[in-house]
């Protein structure tokens, strides 16, 4: 955009009837600032692998009760628009611990009362695996949380949802990004009053009986409770961070009904706070975020540590490693650990369906993949973004073709079970608990036991890098780095011939084009470049496979420097 529409959006603000004194005095502020403006102002926001999200403030490019009231007004036209005759629609709402998280999350209600939807609106912050499930068991039309996940605290987001409980396929996400964009001024949002709403049912409120019906459907998750109710579940210590977000209560909730009866929670993460003001980044992948929980842990001598992020779809693991120190699990680790525990269970009682698949993402780790076939098990490999395991889980459900057991990615992400079509760090909390205690009523740690499959499957080694290039300017960098690698791709990486180049912009594999490139290397390594959806970075991830670990982490490093040589060249 040029820099007379980037300044003719700005000034369409500050002289729009509809927009608050508040909003307009912040944007008199940066008066003159080309840089800020730009950022603000060159694009809209828009649906990536998580949906809406950006920075808080004023401004097209920034989260705001503007433009999560367009977002919703166009939602709204679009629902409207292909409604089946007789039949109400209804949209369920959550929130996480983020500021302003409740209030765009009311305005949102307000907003669908307004075009005559019902809002189903929970009467605090909520997971965001528990608005997937409430959409499927309210039988609702759509669904949406507020929430930026696990970024940084002046970030918000709005994901959308459809009907099955999955976030919207991008087909559906286009339709709706249309529609917002069809929305010509912000005078044409419709918002009822509260009380308006509530007393013409527009607005519902869900509490208690919301939550003991997404609890006991966690619980029933459960592989092994009876061997909790005696001393194991007395004994077996767990600590647990909500880091400041919406776990709390439900990972808590779901320990307890699987019968753990040991859990500590780190005080001072346990309360909202939308400024995450205990750590640097409220992520469970970073070992930072425990360090807290860490220091409870070697106090309290506890098995196992868990943290989920601030909507509670992302969990991560802490162990005692073979020298008693606690180790931070990567999302490979945790995922192929809880694949091994879940099928070999089932396997042990005769319960393993033959017809049975695991989904990951194909920036995951083929570990997993490993040991799921081991089983017999069919495996599939999707894009990056839950809602796209979500959507084959939907697929196989009216099909009838596969039996879902198992999905997750690489960032943190699981689901066990089929009631929701999102990732679920309550139920993986619960998981990979149990199967922490299950093992260690046999003597063994988790450690031990990701030690044996590496033994047995051979010793899988991930990475990952990220890139952070903000603004305007970082999107033209990310789009240069991916423009230079795909037509310029090297011959090999450190004398090893590359075998495959896999360019998914066009689509590949029976999947949609989306702007990933994958090389393949032939001693088995690979590595792939992604533009991050949900925040403004490349991402660039790595795996070997070797005969040790040793042979792994020099296989890692090697390959991790040189290709990270080119794009730090670029950036």
């Known amino acids: 955009m040029t820099n007379d529409g980037i300044q003719a959006r700005y000034e369409s603000w500050l002289n729009d009837p509809v927009i608050d004194s508040a909003t307009k005095e912040e944007l008199r502020a940066i008066a003159g600032d080309v840089k800020e403006l730009t950022d603000r102002f060159y694009r809209d926001l828009e649906f990536g692998t998580g949906g809406l999200r950006g ?13 999560v009231g367009k977002a919703t007004q166009g939602l709204a036209n679009w629902l409207l628009a292909n409604r089946t005759e007789g039949k109400e629609l209804s949209v369920v709402i959550a929130y996480d611990s983020r500021n302003n998280s409740a209030d765009f999350a009311l305005d949102t209600a307000l907003v669908l009362a307004g075009n005559g939807i019902k809002a189903y609106l929970f009467k605090e912050l909520r997971p965001t695996p528990q608005l997937s499930f409430a959409v499927r068991d309210l039988h609702a039309s759509s669904g949406i949380v507020i929430t930026a996940s696990h970024n940084p605290p002046e970030y918000n987001g709005y994901k959308a949802y459809g009907a099955d409980g999955c976030q919207l396929i991008p087909e559906d996400a286009e339709q709706v990004i249309a529609s917002i964009a069809a929305i010509d001024s912000f005078g044409a949002i419709k918002r009822a009053g509260r009380d308006e709403a509530e007393s013409g049912g527009l607005l519902v409120w869900l509490g208690e009986d919301a939550d003991r019906r997404y609890t006991e459907t966690v619980v029933g998750e459960s592989l092994n409770r009876e061997l909790l109710q005696g001393e ?3 004994r077996f210590g767990i600590v647990f961070t909500p880091l400041h977000g ?6 808590r909730s779901a320990l307890a009904g699987a019968g753990f009866r040991n859990v500590l929670v780190v005080s001072r993460q346990e309360l909202p706070d939308g400024y995450f003001s205990t750590v640097k980044s409220p992520n469970p992948e970073e070992r930072e975020a425990f360090e807290l929980a860490m220091a409870l ?3 309290e001598a506890a098995d196992i540590i868990i943290g989920t992020d601030p909507d509670a779809d992302r969990m991560g693991a802490v162990v005692k490693d073979g020298n008693g120190e606690y180790v931070v699990l990567t999302g490979n680790q945790s995922g192929a650990l809880m694949v091994h525990y879940k099928l070999s269970t089932l396997k042990e009682r005769g319960l393993l369906p033959d017809n049975g698949v695991v989904i990951k993402t194909i920036v995951t780790s083929d570990m997993g993949a490993d040991i799921a076939r081991s089983y017999g098990m069919s495996v599939e490999s999707t894009l990056t973004g839950f809602k796209y395991i979500g959507e084959k889980m939907t697929a196989y459900e009216k099909s009838g073709e596969r039996s879902f057991l198992f999905g997750y990615e690489e960032s943190y992400g699981y689901l066990s079970g089929t009631y929701a079509r999102d990732k679920d760090a309550v139920v993986a909390s619960m998981l990979i608990s149990e199967a922490a205690a299950y093992y260690n009523s046999q ?16 010793y899988y080694l991930e990475g990952l890098e990220s890139r952070t290039l903000k603004g305007f300017d970082g999107v033209q960098k990310i789009g240069a780095i991916m423009g230079d690698w795909r037509a310029n791709p090297p011959e090999d990486i450190n004398g090893t011939r590359i075998v495959s180049v896999q360019d998914y912009g066009m689509g590949l594999d029976g999947l949609r084009p989306e702007n990933v490139l994958k090389y393949k290397l032939e001693d088995g390594s690979w590595f792939c470049l992604r533009p991050s959806g949900t925040e403004p970075k490349i991402k660039i991830y790595f795996g070997v496979k070797k ?3 040793d042979a792994s ?5 090697q390959l991790r420097q040189t290709v990270m040589s080119r794009v730090d060249g670029l950036a």
Do not use: H, I, W
């Open 55 to 67: 920075v808080m403030g004023a401004g097209t490019n920034r989260l705001n009760a503007y433009t």
């Open 547 to 549: 005969e040790s670990a």
């Open 297 to 299: 842990a070697k106090k």
């Open 232 to 234: 194991l579940g007395e």
């Open 443 to 458: 003597g063994k740690t988790l450690y031990d036991v990701l030690e044996e499959l590496y033994a047995k499957f051979g």
């Open 246 to 251: 919406s776990g709390n209560k439900p990972v």
């Open 553 to 557: 982490a020099s296989a890692l490093q």
